[in-house]
Every structure is written in structure tokens, then in C-alpha cells.
């Protein structure tokens, strides 16, 4: 079944059901949207993608509303761009002004929402709430200050990874975002899978980053840093410097790890296929000679194996090694390349 309506004066033909975002997208008209991710369903929270149906001068969302038979719908005039700027302006008055040494800088939903508005700064005055940075888990940050309360994390953490670590505490102007129980990140049930910082608009929830302590042992002379990287590495940055999804980068990687300043770049393949030959044999033992409980289920994600160990009652810790690397670093290198291994420094790089 399809719709007929009309959006700008464009006439649309849409499958029923589809939104009036979705539905202007495909005749190339954006409307602003915040809190809606294409990923998630809507949470309908920051009211920016408001349109018009033109006969009756009633607004309506756009993320949430289903473009209907015979619509006929504005999504720009001067008085909804104003609307729409003044939600800005709000967020932002409640909003840190650190953009500069925001880890979310230039790739923030809120930053390029503000630069099409022309926003520079807030005419309202700014409160920014005092609320603590979460740096517990190492693996993300919660900086509560920069939430824009859209919801994005409360559904990926609830609804698709169903660990439910993430709540909205207290209501109204004093709503802020939280571990549920309003504990630490740490104590809660976050698996570190990082859903929350993949889908966050702004620098609320980004990843832990252990950039600068790594560019500052670069910069030792008196340290010897090695690295190694994980494989899923070769592959998955290709994405950040604009390759094709799936273009194997290991040589590239290699070679700017070596200019960035480690002395040596080991990869974690052989350790990996160690697991693999060993997770091998064990299976066989346990499939064909009874020794040990079945199924017997391997990932190389840590976060998977956290939420196996915290929501699979039965599920026992593996026996083989959870950590596939060589280590080839302290003993075996420090001999080769004779460092002193007190002054050996290593980083592991995953995704
Ligand atoms: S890292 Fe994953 S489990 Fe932890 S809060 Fe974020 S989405 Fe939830
Ligand atoms: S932390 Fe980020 S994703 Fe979660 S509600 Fe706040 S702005 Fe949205
Ligand atoms: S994008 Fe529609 S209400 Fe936020």
C-alpha cells in the first residue's frame, strides 16, 4: 500500500507507514532532525523537525509522523526556522561551551546543527549543570554535561543490546542522563560494547581515549614503545579515512605506526591463530570424547564475553585464553632488540 501527498509543492508517492522525514528525504528536502538516528525508532525529544500541513497550520514531528493520503506539507517557512533555531539556542544555553577540546569536535550532530543555524553563541544566559565526568569503565566516558537528554543511548543500551546499564534520572529542566541506579559506570551492568557513544549526537558518551597518554610515551626518550594490533583494525579504520567499507589497510597501518614513533608493530594474527588451533581442540575433546559441556561458543569481542558472563547464568568463563596475543614484547623482544624491558612501553590497538 502507498500514500499520495505533497511536500513543498513536490507530489510523493510513499510506501504507508513511512515518515514524513523519511518521506521528504527521498524528494532531497532535509528537515533538521536531532534525536532521531536511522538506526533507532524515533524518541520524538527535541521537537526540531517540526513541519506544517499547510491547510490548517497545524505543526506535527516529522521523525514520528507517518505521511498520510492527500497531506499537504510545509517543512520551511521563516516562522518553523525560528522554531527550530530558538530549540537550538536552548540547547546550547545549557550546553558546555568546549567544542575546541570536545573529543566530538567537528564530527558532533549539535556542533553542525548550531554552524546551519548561524549560531555563534547563546543570547540566553548559560547554565551548564555541575555534573561529573564517568571515566570508570576506560572504555567510555560519560559526560552528562553535553547530553541533550535525545535518548539515543537509553535505546541502543535498552532495546537492541538489552543491558539496560543507561536511565534518565530526575525530570524536567534537572533531567541528566546516568547508569541506572545513578552508580558509576563501572558498578553498573555496562558490557563496554560502546552502542551508547556509536549512536550519541554530541560528546555526552564518546570513547575513552588513550591518545594523549600514548603520544606523551612517544615522546619519552627514554622508552621503548612497541604496538600491536588487533585484526579487525586493518579493515575497520579504512571507514574513518574515507576508503571503501572492507579495504584492508595492514600496510598502511604498519607504516604510520612506524612514523608516528613505535619502534616495533606486531600483529596479533599468530596469537590468533593459536586460539584458533587451540579453541579447535578443545572442542573436539569435548564434542567427541565427552570432556567438558557443550555448546562451546568462542568470540573475540570483550564486550560479548562481559554480557555472556553477566546475563547467561550458565555460561562458564572459557578455559581457553581470552587475550590471543604472542607477547612477544618484554622476554623475546627486549632480548632481540635489547631494550631494557623496564623501559618498554606497549599499546594494543582494537576496535
Ligand atoms: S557501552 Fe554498551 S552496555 Fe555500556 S552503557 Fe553503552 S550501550 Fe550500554
Ligand atoms: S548521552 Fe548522548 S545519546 Fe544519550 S541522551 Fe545524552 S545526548 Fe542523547
Ligand atoms: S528529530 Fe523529531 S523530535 Fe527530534
Known amino acids: 500500500m502507498t500514500v499520495k501527498a505533497i511536500i513543498n509543492g513536490i507530489p510523493i508517492e510513499v510506501a504507508e507507514g513511512t515518515s514524513i522525514l523519511e518521506a521528504a528525504k527521498k524528494v532531497s528536502i532535509k528537515i533538521p532532525a ?3 538516528h536511522p538506526d533507532l525508532d524515533h524518541t520524538a525529544a527535541c521537537g526540531i523537525c517540526i513541519v506544517r500541513i499547510k491547510a490548517t497550520g497545524r505543526t506535527l514531528r516529522a521523525c514520528c509522523t507517518p505521511l498520510e493520503n ?7 517557512d521563516p516562522e518553523i526556522v525560528n522554531v527550530r533555531r ?16 570536545c573529543s566530538r569536535n567537528q564530527n558532533c550532530e549539535l556542533q553542525t546543527m548550531c554552524a546551519d543555524f548561524n549560531i555563534e553563541r547563546s543570547d540566553l544566559d548559560n547554565i551548564v549543570p555541575d555534573l561529573p565526568l564517568d571515566e570508570t569503565t576506560r572504555a567510555v566516558t560519560l559526560d552528562p554535561r553535553k547530553c541533550i537528554s535525545c535518548g539515543r543511548c537509553i535505546q541502543v543500551c535498552q532495546k537492541d543490546q538489552n543491558v539496560w546499564a543507561l536511565t534518565f534520572m530526575e525530570r524536567g529542566i534537572e533531567t541528566r542522563i546516568a547508569p541506572a541506579g545513578d552508580i558509576s559506570l563501572a558498578e553498573s551492568p555496562c558490557v563496554k560494547c560502546g552502542q551508547c557513544s556509536a549512536h ?13 597518554d600514548v603520544w606523551q610515551k612517544l615522546m619519552d626518550p627514554e622508552l621503548h614503545c612497541v604496538v600491536q594490533i588487533a585484526p579487525a583494525v586493518r579493515v575497520a579504520i579504512g571507514e574513518a579515512f574515507g576508503f571503501k567499507p572492507g579495504t584492508n589497510l595492514t600496510g598502511k597501518i604498519y607504516a604510520a605506526l612506524r612514523r608516528m614513533g613505535f619502534k616495533a608493530v606486531f600483529d596479533t594474527n599468530f596469537g590468533a591463530d593459536l586460539t584458533i588451533l587451540e579453541e579447535g581442540t578443545e572442542f573436539v575433546e569435548r564434542f567427541a570424547h565427552g570432556k567438558g559441556e557443550l555448546p562451546l561458543i568462542t568470540s573475540c569481542c570483550p564486550a ?3 554480557f555472556m558472563e553477566k546475563y547467561s547464568a550458565p555460561c562458564r568463563r572459557p ?3 581470552r587475550r590471543s596475543r604472542p607477547t612477544p614484547r618484554r622476554s623475546t623482544w627486549s632480548r ?12 594494543a590497538t582494537t576496535t
Open 34 to 36: 536531532l534525536c532521531k
Open 70 to 76: 492527500g497531506m499537504d506539507i510545509v517543512t520551511h
Open 86 to 101: 530558538g530549540i537550538v539556542e536552548m540547547i546550547m544555553s545549557k550546553h558546555p561551551n568546549e567544542c575546541v577540546t
Open 200 to 212: 550519541c549526537p554530541t560528546g555526552a558518551i564518546v570513547e575513552y581515549d588513550e591518545g594523549p
Open 304 to 306: 560479548w564475553v562481559d
Open 319 to 321: 578455559t581457553t585464553p
Open 336 to 347: 632481540s632488540c635489547r631494550a631494557r624491558p623496564k623501559s618498554m612501553r606497549s599499546s
